[in-house]
């Protein structure tokens, strides 16, 4: 029986993603930064586990409370959405800190156990913003735009090993609470200057023409955690998939 370990589970993607590995039959290493183990279901093959992604010591203590695991989920991630203008840097790196070092430092913790059974599969999720980059969102995309460059590297330099590395790239899910998670309040970060601007975009995200659920992240995630094809790039949600169509 196969072991996932998935950052980022209290809501969400991650949170679904656990649901779908744990209805196939895995154990289910559910992280998150505050524990919620009642939006999950009780079983020896779920467990849910306190993971911080920016902090070593908390990551080193997931994994050793984890033991061996098969497929490494990074899915852990903050939004921030406002003219990059008035986005002050301190809140730029935060973003950086999670979306950007916190996948590294995840990879990095878990490629020895990998590389010594030379097996092991990492699916790092991040955004359709990397097929087609949005407005206002400058940071955020960056922070995931670095991901998909140290993925495609990092599937090269593993392939000696037996490990494969994949991108997932979900589409907009207005339903995920990316405003919620974002570390600031957007009305700080939209000047007067460019507020005609962001909310004809805003009325734009109210009204997509497509969206990705859940479900549909989780699916493709499951589809990449066990694809051994050598495909990198698997877009999540019908408007992912038509953007990468378009490309």
């Given at each position: 029986m196969k072991t996932v370990l998935i950052t980022g589970c209290s809501s969400g993607y991650?949170?679904?993603?656990?649901?779908?590995?744990?209805?196939?039959?895995?154990?289910?290493?559910?992280?998150?930064?505050?524990?919620?183990?009642?939006?999950?279901?009780r079983s020896e093959r779920m467990r849910v586990v306190a993971l911080d992604v920016t902090?070593?010591?908390?990551?080193?203590?997931?994994?050793?409370?984890?033991?061996?695991?098969?497929?490494?989920?990074?899915?852990?991630?903050?939004?921030?959405?406002?003219?990059?203008?008035?986005?002050?840097?301190?809140?730029?790196?935060?973003?950086?800190?999670?979306?950007?070092?916190?996948?590294?430092?995840?990879?990095?913790?878990?490629?020895?156990?990998?590389?010594?059974?030379?097996?092991?599969?990492?699916?790092?999720?991040?955004?359709?913003?990397?097929?087609?980059?949005?407005?206002?969102?400058?940071?955020?995309?960056?922070?995931?735009?670095?991901?998909?460059?140290?993925?495609?590297?990092?599937?090269?330099?593993?392939?000696?090993?037996n490990v494969r590395v994949r991108l997932v790239e979900p589409g907009y899910g207005p339903t995920t609470r990316f405003a919620q998670n974002t570390t600031m309040p957007v009305e700080a970060m939209i000047p007067e200057a460019y507020a005609p601007f962001a909310g004809s975009v805003l009325e734009s995200f109210a009204q997509p023409a497509a969206v990705t659920t859940e479900a549909d992240v989780a699916e493709v995630v499951w589809v990449a955690a066990n694809d051994e094809s050598g495909c990198l790039r698997f877009p999540a949600g019908p408007d992912a998939v038509a953007l990468a169509m378009s490309k």
């Open positions: 991650g949170l679904e993603t656990a649901r779908h590995f744990y209805e196939r039959g895995w154990n289910v290493i559910a992280t998150m930064r505050t524990p919620r183990a009642d939006v999950l279901p902090n070593p010591a908390s990551i080193a203590a997931a994994l050793e409370a984890s033991g061996p695991i098969d497929v490494l989920v990074n899915n852990a991630g903050v939004g921030l959405f406002g003219a990059f203008e008035a986005t002050p840097m301190d809140r730029a790196r935060e973003v950086f800190e999670t979306n950007t070092f916190g996948v590294m430092a995840m990879t990095q913790a878990v490629l020895p156990q990998f590389r010594a059974r030379k097996s092991g599969t990492v699916v790092n999720v991040t955004s359709s913003v990397t097929l087609a980059p949005m407005p206002l969102v400058a940071v955020y995309t960056a922070s995931k735009m670095a991901i998909e460059g140290f993925t495609g590297s990092l599937a090269h330099e593993l392939q000696g090993f």
